[in-house]
């Protein structure tokens, strides 16, 4: 192996940079936002409509943001200034660096929980609710309680400080390895338990099976903005992984593995909820607390139940962290390449202000529960403007910056820099210059057509 001619970290092996980007991809995402949003938009036609946007607007974007990491070695703003430098393009890396900051800031908060699930899990509180409505009151009452909450959120916070302080791979491709395949035999487990509840029928009726009338134009929006959001695209993180990427890789492989990944787990998640959600008689539009609620009633009914909580939390924590330490690595990132600061000045300030500014968001279910703007309390603002508009304006911005302004042409080049073909390039040409722009336009304007 040659020596990188720059000063950043590389990832260790192939193997290493697939698990991080799966890594910043599966988190609370896949986790705890599918379900609740699947299940406040209708179930089966709001997946048919995320499936659709994973594939035509979230692989190819995905990719075209591993090659513009990949062939400018930098951050977000630094690689847009590079290839076309004095023009606005540069706008695409700002908005990411804000969004990264945003999104950080209530992940943080839902980061928090699960931490404070592991410690209930260990000390037999997730295991003994006598009905699933009692595990829904338990919750209610820990994230209205301010202590608490701010307590495990700090907690949160600090971890994936002390993480991002040692560097790229030193920290995240080490806990990436094991958490993933770990992760997915927990699923299958909680799935076979939940698809074999007396009632589970109905549930998996609702997942799949695509009832259109329920959907209105901003469903459709909430399904787009979920495939960025689960992605991790939209905001310069996977141009930052990218841009830590040997030359001698495989993007496109990269790119579908970490893709079919993330769908994976998913869907795994929703065969987990929804038969659960329906066997238990609750409601599935519960919310934010819709998989803090189910998942305790599952395990209190379930042989093994108290260690199946433990490994559970445990696994859904770091998988949390993985993805917030991706999130801060792209303020970081920025920081440190274009203003010259060290990593710990970096870490330690942008982190201490973002864990600030998620203050708000997690006293919104106690507190502050009052206190809204645009009808919204401040969790699902912040939550709205990003996942719905940030990351689609920036991941449309991207595609049309890599399939007309720096050109298919060029990004190709990159794409087979080292004697690998790439299989599907029509494919990616053809939507990431009309496909991907046009739809995210659609969506938006969908948005103001309410179907009923
Ligand atoms: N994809 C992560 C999840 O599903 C969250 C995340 C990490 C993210 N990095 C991101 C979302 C960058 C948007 C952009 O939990």
């Not at 990949?70 to 023009?87: E, Y």
């Not at 912040?382 to 595609?399: C, E, K, R, S, W």
Request: charged share 10%; hydrophobic share 55%; proline share 4%.
């Amino acid at each position: 192996m040659t020596e990188p001619t720059h000063k950043r970290g590389l990832w260790a092996t192939r193997m290493g940079f697939i698990m991080a980007a799966s890594g910043s991809a599966v988190g609370l995402g896949n986790v705890w936002k599918f379900p609740y949003i699947t299940g406040q938009n209708g179930g089966g036609a709001f997946v048919l409509v995320y499936l659709i946007c994973i594939a035509v607007v979230g692989l190819p974007i995905m990719l075209s943001e591993f090659t513009l990491g990949r062939k400018t070695n930098l951050n977000p703003v630094g690689a847009f200034r590079q290839l076309k430098p004095g023009t606005p393009w540069v706008g695409i890396g700002f908005t990411g660096v804000l969004a990264g900051f945003l999104i950080l800031s209530f992940y943080g908060v839902v980061g928090g929980w699960t931490l404070a699930y592991v410690y209930k899990a260990l000390t037999h509180s997730l295991d003994q609710f006598a009905n699933p409505a009692d595990a829904g009151k338990f919750f209610g009452g820990f994230i209205a309680n301010t202590g608490e909450v701010l307590f495990y959120h700090a907690l949160f916070m600090g971890v994936t400080i002390a993480i991002v302080i040692k560097g790229v791979h030193a920290g995240i491709e080490k806990a990436c390895d094991i958490l993933m395949p770990t992760l997915v035999v927990m699923l299958v487990i909680l799935m076979i338990r939940a698809l074999t509840l007396d009632g589970a029928m109905e549930g998996l009726k609702f997942y799949l099976y695509p009832d259109f009338s329920k959907l209105s134009g901003h469903s459709i929006l909430m399904a787009m903005g979920q495939a960025f959001f689960s992605l991790s695209l939209g905001m310069g993180a996977m141009i930052t992984y990218g841009s830590y990427l040997p030359a001698k890789e495989n993007l496109t492989s990269a790119t579908l593995y970490v893709v079919l990944f993330d769908t994976l787990i998913a869907l795994l998640m929703g065969l987990v909820i929804f038969p659960a959600v329906f066997a238990m008689g609750l409601k599935p539009t519960e919310g934010p607390g819709l998989v803090f609620s189910v998942l305790p009633a599952v395990f209190t009914g379930m042989p093994m139940g108290w260690v199946v909580s433990i490994i559970f939390f445990v696994l859904l924590a770091i998988a949390a962290l993985t993805s917030a330490i991706s999130l801060l690595e792209v303020v970081v990132a920025y920081f440190i390449d274009q203003r010259g600061w060290d990593r710990k000045k970096a870490v330690l300030t942008m982190g201490l202000i973002i864990f600030a500014i998620g203050i708000p968001s997690g006293l919104s279910f106690g507190v502050l529960a009052d206190f809204k703007l645009f009808g919204r309390h401040f969790f699902d603002s912040v939550d709205n403007l990003t996942a719905n508009y940030l990351l689609p304006i920036g991941g449309m911005l991207t595609a049309i910056f890599v399939g007309w302004v720096w050109g298919t042409k060029e990004a190709h080049k990159e794409i087979e820099r080292h004697e690998t073909t790439f299989h599907w390039a029509a494919y990616w040409e053809f939507v990431v210059r009309y496909i991907a722009p046009v739809a995210v336009a659609i969506v938006f304007f969908a948005k103001y057509f309410p179907a009923k």
